[in-house]
């Protein structure tokens, strides 16, 4: 029997086991299905993925991201901000600001400390991308999908793609409660226009600076919230002509509020919480 501590965090009910990559080793081919194992809410812990803390040549910290069906991700919002808490509250690093390594790339976090507790964390999520090359979706590389018309079992949709690093896809609904995200949200995720699949948003727009946000996520299913989703949202509403560019915008997601903030200088601003659950020892076979 094998064993490794971790973590459970949440950052508004978006869960994932982290593990501490500069204490703990574990065989790179059993990473898919250990996701996979420690999400499972009957045999397992119970989350929405596994995120690995590691050493990074780039960075003080690197973050890989396992979503619940093992799939490994390139980028993950809510991650990011539960791993710079983690990073600080363990003194893996001392200062409030630093840079992350992700898949994607580097972003960078910034910490709000009360009595040495990470209480919000704003992270500059850097530009989104919106050529079809770049979500990936197929069709001409160097076209951007902005309330496009796409088609799924005979129905019309309207969608607006972008990349948080990760691929979205966005639909405007005007009840976010009657939103489809069980029925449209794991049609689309698969469909042949995505390559790598991609994660589904549904978005009510309240007022210029507020947004309602419901997600199917790629790889996970429905969240309670999901960073990059946000951001992508108000990419998209700015896109869209629905929300301001460089104004602050609060997204309504199930387990809370984020703010959002497409910069007049083209970095996306996400700033939130990030919690810790409990800590334990989880143990596998080889
Ligand atoms: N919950 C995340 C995103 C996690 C990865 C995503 N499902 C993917 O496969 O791209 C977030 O907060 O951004």
Not at 75 to 80: K, T, W
Not at 126 to 140: D, V
Not at 150 to 161: I, M, Q, W
Not at 265 to 271: A, Q, R, S
Request: glycine share 10%.
């Amino acid at each position: 029997m094998k064993q490794f501590q971790f973590t459970k965090m949440h950052a508004l009910g978006n869960n994932y086991i982290y593990v501490n990559m500069f204490e703990e080793q574990i065989e790179e081919s059993m990473l898919p299905q250990l996701a996979k194992e420690v999400s499972n809410v009957f045999t397992g812990i119970g989350s929405d993925g596994m995120i690995l803390i590691c050493p990074s040549e780039k960075a003080p910290v690197k973050m890989r991201i396992f979503n619940s069906d093992g799939s490994e991700g390139k980028n993950c919002g809510n991650g990011l901000r539960c791993v710079a808490k983690y990073a600080f509250e363990n003194k893996l690093i001392e200062k409030k600001e630093f840079s992350i390594e992700t898949l994607s790339g580097l972003v960078h976090a910034k910490l709000e400390v009360e009595e040495g507790e990470v209480s919000r964390v704003t992270i500059n999520m850097g530009q989104p991308k919106l050529n079809r090359a770049e979500i990936p979706m197929a069709g001409t590389p160097d076209e951007k999908v902005i309330n496009e018309q796409l088609e799924f079992d005979g129905s019309v949709y309207h969608g607006t793609a972008v990349s948080m690093g990760n691929p979205h896809l966005i639909f405007y609904v005007d009840s976010i409660e009657s939103a489809p995200v069980l029925t449209l949200g794991p049609r689309v995720e698969k469909d042949p226009l995505f390559p790598d699949c991609i994660n589904v948003e549904f978005v009510e727009v309240a007022a210029e600076n507020e947004l309602h946000f419901r997600v199917w996520e790629r790889g996970s299913g429905v969240t309670q919230a999901c960073g990059t989703g946000a951001c992508a949202a108000v990419v998209s509403s700015v896109l869209n002509g629905h929300t301001k560019r460089g104004l602050d915008t609060t997204v309504h997601l199930a387990g809370g509020d984020l703010l959002i903030n497409w910069t007049e200088e083209g970095n996306v601003l996400m700033t939130g919480p990030a919690e810790v659950i409990c800590t334990g020892v989880y143990f596998y076979d080889k």
